[in-house]
């Protein structure tokens, strides 16, 4: 156990503690446990919106569009970056040389 910065053993010891605790609080809490179990009478099922497949296609397609304009874009600024950074190196070596 000596090697490290003792990072385990703090998380050995606090889960140790977290596991002494529980059993003290169970009882704290059970109301709580069983209302979040339990089925209440507020919830209802989630309504969607109906969407006619030409109105679904045009919604694609608006999505695949702007998913390759950000690709192009991406592509650009990787393609400069790895330019500008091919000659700064390329001036550095001639200038060192």
Do not use: C
Request: glycine residues 4%.
């Amino acid at each position: 156990m000596g090697l490290g910065a003792g990072h385990v053993l703090d998380m050995v010891n606090r889960m140790k503690q977290n596991r002494s605790m529980r059993p003290s609080n169970r009882k704290k809490f059970k109301d709580n446990r069983e209302s979040i179990r339990s089925a209440s009478k507020h919830s209802s099922k989630l309504s969607f919106k109906e969407v006619s497949t030409e109105q679904l296609n045009k919604v694609k397609e608006k999505i695949r569009s702007e998913a390759a304009l950000r690709r192009r874009k991406e592509r650009f600024i990787y393609v400069l970056g790895f330019l500008i950074a091919f000659f700064v190196i390329f001036f550095i070596i001639k200038w060192i040389n």
